[in-house]
């Protein structure tokens, strides 16, 4: 095998890279496209398959484009930069068409794909690395590498939390709470960002001090720390923080989980409500699994009373003071549903369950479901892959899908959101 060899990119796989063939081999060729002629070299392996790079496009695909950021394709956020819209979006789409008819729903209706702008993202969770001269690198990880590409610019997130680039590399060039390694998590909250530093060394007096100068200058409300994977601590808090969910207020607490954007939040919540029956009978329940900070609880309870099951004490605690605050028809639980699921005569009180989970899907928690026969369920998905196989348990249970929403939550990634109502 020589080192430098013309390939022909014949399709793009489930990671957003383009696949050629080589004497029978997969060969992965990230930032190419359908169709193109390539000039590659090989890198190693992936998998399986062969790893390679494009040196040279020569023949480029009437669908390329220049992408909209200049560390395309360095930075490991973005896949897709490169390719047109139409074709994207189509790409994007078919993922959750593909998902449903592996579940056993060839003929789902889905719907276009739900856009988020570019320079929206509101969440951030960015790598730090120290390095030679005590300086720090903030940014994504470099394509296919553990190095943390040090960003000037981002072409998805909010110009607020890029604003914050700067000033936190010269705050953490002089924190010694970071020797090496740690992550900077940027929640764009309406009270302002909101962050949570992770370092691997201790915070000290001194290492306080600073957070509260750099939060009172740059108009930070709370800035919390965490030892590597440990709890999170208030380190310095200057004000409140809020965000509204169904015009409720709620104080999430330290780099909880968000939607990646407005935008995406309300495609979400939108696909959600539309989900629901016209009419519900005035004593129905919803039971909202894997609640985080009530995202959609809130604006369920619009509708009906809400049970809200979630595994994080501090989302529950956020969700209680602010569903008591608000007087709204919220009640939160803390439950492990992976170890402790839902069982069927506690399902039973439920017309309509709402699911959420996390990116590896709702395995313990959806045999469950089927068996109990709640009538209608609205899965919320960040992972075709796990959306598939779950879905297949409630193909296999007798329900149909009434509607089917994939939401571009993140932006030129090769991840896809998705809303799926499920009913029988
Ligand atoms: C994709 S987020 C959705 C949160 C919320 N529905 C929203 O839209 O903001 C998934 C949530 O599931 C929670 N979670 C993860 N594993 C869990 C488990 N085993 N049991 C209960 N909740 C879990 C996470 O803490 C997180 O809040």
New binding site residues.
Partial sequence: MTDTLDLTVEALGAAGDGIARLEGRTVFLPATLPGERVRARLTGKRGDALAAEALDILAPSPDRMAPACPHFPDCGGCTLQHWADAPYAEWKRAKLVEALARAGFPEAPVAPLARTPPATRRRADLALRRGPGGVVALGYHERGSKAVLDLTTCAVLDPRIIALFEPLRALLKRLPALKRDGSAVVNLLETGPDLLLRTDGALEAPGRALLAAFAAEHGIPRIAWARGDGPAETAAQLGPVAIR?GGVAVAPPPG????ASLAG?AA?VGAVLAGLPEKLPPRAAIA??????????FPLAARARVAA????AE?VAALSAAAGKAGARVKPAR?????QPLLPKELQEFAIV?L?????GAA?QLPLLARAGVPRMIY?S?NPAALARDAQILARAGYRVLAATPVDQFLWSPHLESVVVFAR
């Fill in positions: 969910f909880a989980f968000l939607q939040e979400i909202d699994l894997y609640a985080g900070s009530g995202t959609l609880s099951f979630e595994g994080m989302s439950r492990d549903l992976d170890r709402v959420d989970p996390p990116y590896a313990a919320v960040c």
